[in-house]
């Protein structure tokens, strides 16, 4: 029992000198991403009905650092301000496959031929997808686009803002899925034999089958699923099968699955899902059959960039700096933990309406949750100000007359749960 608990902390501690420095600096991408930027400038390239606007989607969806539970909200509200089906399918897909800092890591644990074949892929899958969405579909008449009052422009020292935005809000939106994967990662270096796909799977098909049914009902964001990916690879899973598991693990999950066939309907729904699972198992047969296998050897490549191209005091400085990080958010969402069962509710009556009322509404998992909520929100008659915490799900509005169906419909559009109203 002993030398498993060691190797698990050795397989873990590997895997975190491998990611931490690429890690670090896909974070500070991501903190320039979002200063310089800002979502609210995305919607004037979406808002089409043609192939152009999908492509645009596809194009700003690949470098956004943005994971499934964010990137849902947000392709929504495209939708809801003037984009079409096709460019909220497009971004929805190509957005959460990968991203500036999974690209980075990517590169430092599958190689740089991986790295740049991701993004080629999440590209693709989302244009095909909005353009055969948009095919079906008659031209959407814009609506309203975005008022000056819903434009959260970056204000003080922008440096600041970036270094806040890559370290404590975008840290925390993916520090829960980036703990798992790595955790994970090492377990499965140490439970799975080293010759279990070899054995049990000789037919590559079972393999992108085996990963499709795993990856796409569960969630695991784009940056965590790198180091599981690169463990299953060692233990004799096909390269081909591994990108079927980058890509329809962060693409799809129940969450997802669900809220694209509530808001954008059931053909559209079954288009996307169709387009994840065709698009990932066509990129595994192309990888593992036209493509030559030494790209896609890394058990001797891992750990060889660092020690090539970084010197060894930034490995090490990163991955405590990584750790740090680590361990602070965990703490924070551990205490969110205990003030979640601190307020109680009560159950929603049809048709009532209320003064400055206080909700639970579960569901939001990052800070683009909460953004999207309180933007929402805010737009329903009655509603002056709204603020939500996404660790804890209360969400305090100000404003009289308010409709709590207007509220729970608009909740439900955007993927999340009025659970009650706090009393």
Not at 62 to 89: D, Q, T
Not at 321 to 336: D, R
Not at 340 to 368: Q, W, Y
Not at 390 to 395: A, H, I, W
């Amino acid at each position: 029992m002993l030398d498993y608990i060691n190797t698990f902390l050795s397989e873990l501690w590997h895997i975190t000198l491998e990611m931490a420095p690429y890690l670090i600096l896909g974070f500070l991408f991501a903190g320039i991403l979002h200063v310089w930027f800002p979502a609210h400038k995305v919607n004037r390239f979406m808002g089409r009905h043609n192939l152009k606007s999908v492509i645009n989607a596809s194009i700003i969806g690949v470098p956004l650092p943005l994971c499934s539970c964010g990137v849902i909200p947000a392709g929504i509200s495209f939708y809801k301000n003037g984009a079409s089906k096709g460019s909220a399918i497009s971004f929805m897909t190509s957005t959460p496959q990968t991203g500036v800092d999974s690209i980075l890591v990517t590169w430092s644990m599958l190689g740089l031929p991986m790295a740049l074949i991701r993004p080629v892929v999440a590209m693709i899958t989302g244009v095909f997808g909005g353009w055969w969405v948009n095919r079906g579909e008659k031209k959407k008449i814009a609506t309203q686009p975005l008022q000056d009052d819903e434009v959260r422009e970056i204000k003080g020292n922008k440096i600041i803002a970036m270094l806040r935005y890559a370290f404590v809000d975008f840290m925390a939106d993916i520090v829960k899925w980036l703990t798992i994967g790595l955790l994970l990662a090492a377990l499965i270096s140490v439970l799975v034999p080293d010759d279990f796909f070899s054995e049990y799977m000789t037919n590559p098909f079972y393999e992108y089958l085996f990963v499709i049914l795993a990856s796409v009902p569960l969630y695991v964001c784009a940056t965590a699923s790198v180091p599981i990916a690169a463990v299953l690879i060692l233990k004799g899973i096909s390269p081909g099968a591994a990108l079927v598991f980058l890509m329809a693990g962060p693409a799809t999950n129940a969450a997802t699955i669900t809220v694209i066939a509530q808001t954008l309907g059931r053909l559209t729904f079954i288009k996307y899902l169709l387009t994840i699972v065709g698009g990932a198992i066509l990129s595994g047969i192309v990888i593992d059959n036209f493509l030559p296998e030494s790209w896609f050897s890394i058990a001797e490549s891992m750990g060889s960039h660092e020690h090539e191209l970084l010197p060894e005091w930034l490995v090490w400085s990163s991955s405590l700096i990584l750790i740090t990080l680590i361990i602070y958010h965990l703490m924070k969402i551990m205490g969110n933990l205990f003030n979640k069962d601190s307020f109680k509710t009560r159950d929603i009556v049809a048709g009532e309406k209320l003064d400055n009322p206080n909700l639970h509404v579960s569901g939001m998992d990052c800070k683009h949750c909460k953004m999207n909520i309180e933007k929402h929100l805010k737009q329903i008659d009655g509603v002056d100000s709204v603020e939500a915490n996404e660790n804890t799900g209360y969400v305090a509005l100000k404003g009289e007359g308010i409709s709590i169906d207007n509220i729970q419909s608009q909740v439900k559009d955007l993927g999340y749960k009025l659970e009650g109203v706090i009393v």
